[in-house]
Structures are given as structure tokens and as C-alpha cells.
């Protein structure tokens, strides 16, 4: 089977750390593996209100519709979140949230359809590898693979702060190289 990646880039900032780890870790896929890039930031998606309990959801429309559509068709999909508050992004939670409305369109079948697929995860934060402050983010993911029956495949964690510092992490570069084997 014809392995498909989706990149969804959580960050607010562009070209940051962890979108510039998942670009190197992204060069050394396989050539026949096609690859899919989705800024959140450019799909913008309109707030989430819980109505399971009320009227439901309709099925998604507009940029919802795209990523729904966008993240049903990978195979391996790689969420690509810096650490914000010991947690994803606003961008990345927005996007989780969707999944439950997703997940409620009994047409989409989109808890069925996401089962046995690969989730992964790329994030830096700005601490020094003993500090662990991607743990939360790396909970949530594959606690939300398990939900989801997808597989969890891992998380490369870089660390730096400042724009452009990853490139002097060898360590998480090094770890890019392998990362999606």
C-alpha cells in the first residue's frame, strides 16, 4: 500500500522549530511516499461548540470540509505542534476538537475510517531534554491514537526557543533522519 503523509503544521509562527524539525525528518521518507503540507493558520477553522447532546453536527463544510477530507486520505498522519503551555497548540486542539464533531457525522464514518492508520507527532519546546515539558503533548496524541484505534508511531522532540535554533540541535536531527521508518 502507497503510504500517504499529511503534515499538519499546528504552529502560529511560521517556518518555527518544530515545522522546520518535520521538513528534515520529511527528506529522508521513502521518494515513493507522497507527502501533503496543511498550515492550520492558512485553514482557518471556525470555533468548536460541543452539541452532541443538543442538535449534533452537520457534516463539515469550507476548511473543515478540506482538512476532514485531507486527513481521511493519509495513511500516516503528523501532527506538527510546538509545546504551548505544556500542551498542543490552540491551532492543533481546534483541530482535535473538529474530530469529534467528525466523528458524529454518521456519513463521514471518520472513527472507523481512522482506525490502523499511523499517528505521529513532531514538537520542540524550549527546554533542555531533562525538563520534559513535551510529555503532556506526547500524552494527548497517543492517548488520542488509542481512542481512535490508530496506531501511535512516536514523537521526535526537538529543543530550542528562538526561531531557527532548531538547526543547531544535532541530536534531534540526527533522530529525523530515522524517524519515519
Not at 520529511?26 to 460541543?50: M, N, S, T, V, Y
Not at 491551532?91 to 499511523?118: C, I, Q, T, V
Request: glycine share 6%; charged share 25%.
Amino acid at each position: 500500500m502507497k503510504r500517504n503523509f499529511l503534515f499538519v503544521v499546528s504552529s502560529t509562527r511560521r517556518d518555527g522549530n518544530s515545522e522546520s524539525l518535520a521538513q528534515h525528518a520529511a527528506r529522508f521518507l521513502e521518494p515513493e511516499c507522497e507527502q501533503r503540507w496543511l498550515r492550520l493558520i492558512d485553514h482557518p477553522l471556525p470555533a468548536f461548540f460541543d452539541m452532541r447532546h443538543s442538535s449534533g453536527y452537520p457534516p463539515p463544510e469550507g476548511q473543515a470540509k478540506l482538512l476532514c477530507d485531507a486527513t481521511l486520505a493519509a495513511t500516516d498522519l503528523v501532527l506538527v505542534t510546538p509545546v504551548y503551555w505544556y500542551s498542543v497548540s490552540w491551532p492543533a486542539k481546534l483541530y482535535l476538537d473538529h474530530w469529534s464533531a467528525w466523528m458524529r457525522a454518521p456519513e463521514l464514518r471518520f472513527r472507523e475510517r481512522m482506525a490502523g492508520r499511523n499517528l505521529w507527532a513532531v514538537t520542540s519546546d524550549s527546554d533542555t531534554a531533562d525538563e520534559g515539558s513535551a510529555k503532556p503533548v506526547v500524552d494527548v496524541l497517543q492517548r488520542t491514537a488509542e481512542y481512535m484505534s490508530m496506531r501511535w508511531a512516536g514523537a521526535l522532540i526537538g529543543h530550542a526557543n528562538r526561531p531557527g535554533e532548531i538547526r543547531g540541535h544535532g541530536g534531534a536531527l540526527s533522530a529525523a533522519e530515522t524517524f519515519f521508518r
